[in-house]
Structure formats: structure tokens, C-alpha cells
């Protein structure tokens, strides 16, 4: 069962990512700092973590920087004023959170 729940979430992942990658960068946003958090290393770290996650098992320090991402974007959406920005930053939350739960999932088997 937690292998189907894997390829599930790994398809899921696979589709945010394609979508995110579709998705204009939010204007304004580039050398924008929000609540000490550089937004484009932000974006780019979490876009990273997903598509490492799809390539295979992360180590634990790359695990650990990725369940730090989801932190931080729980830190700086609700600085956000921006409606596209925060819808974008939600979605890059998101996909921080699922390869989390992916990686989480790999380690019960």
C-alpha cells in the first residue's frame, strides 16, 4: 500500500512541478527579501529538493533543508501582500511539503 500511496505522490510531485516550472516568476519578486528570506533562492532550493526527490532518495541533510524550505514558506506567506506571489509561494510550499511526505513514505520501507 505505501508503495501505490508513493507513485501517487511521486506522480502528484511530478505534475507541480511541471506546473510551477509553467508559472512566470512573480514580478517584483527577483533580489526581494521577505522576512530574511531571499525569495528566488527560496523558489529555487524548493524547485531543487522536488526534482532531486523524483530522481531518487535524498540524503539527510538534503532532507532536512527541504522540510526547512516548507518551514520558511510558512514564514513568509503571510508576509506576502502580492494575490500572484502568495498563490505562487503556496504552490512552492506545496510542493516542499509533498516530497517531504515522499521521503517520509521511503524511509517506513
Known amino acids: 500500500m505505501i508503495v ?6 511521486r506522480d502528484a510531485l511530478s505534475r507541480m512541478t511541471a506546473e510551477h516550472m509553467a508559472r512566470p516568476f ?12 531571499d525569495m528566488v533562492l527560496l523558489d529555487a532550493d ?8 523524483l530522481d531518487g532518495t535524498l540524503t539527510d541533510r538534503h532532507r532536512a533543508n527541504l522540510a526547512r524550505l516548507a518551514a520558511v514558506c510558512d514564514k513568509v506567506l503571510p508576509a506576502i501582500e502580492d494575490e500572484y506571489a502568495a ?21 517506513r520501507r
Open 26 to 37: 512573480p514580478p517584483g519578486f527577483r533580489g526581494l527579501s521577505v522576512e530574511g528570506q
Open 4 to 9: 501505490g500511496m508513493d507513485e501517487e505522490k
Open 46 to 53: 524548493a524547485y531543487g529538493s522536488a526534482m532531486s526527490v
Open 87 to 107: 498563490v505562487y509561494y503556496a504552490h512552492v510550499r506545496d510542493m516542499a511539503v509533498l516530497a517531504v511526505e515522499i521521503e517520509d513514505l521511503r524511509g
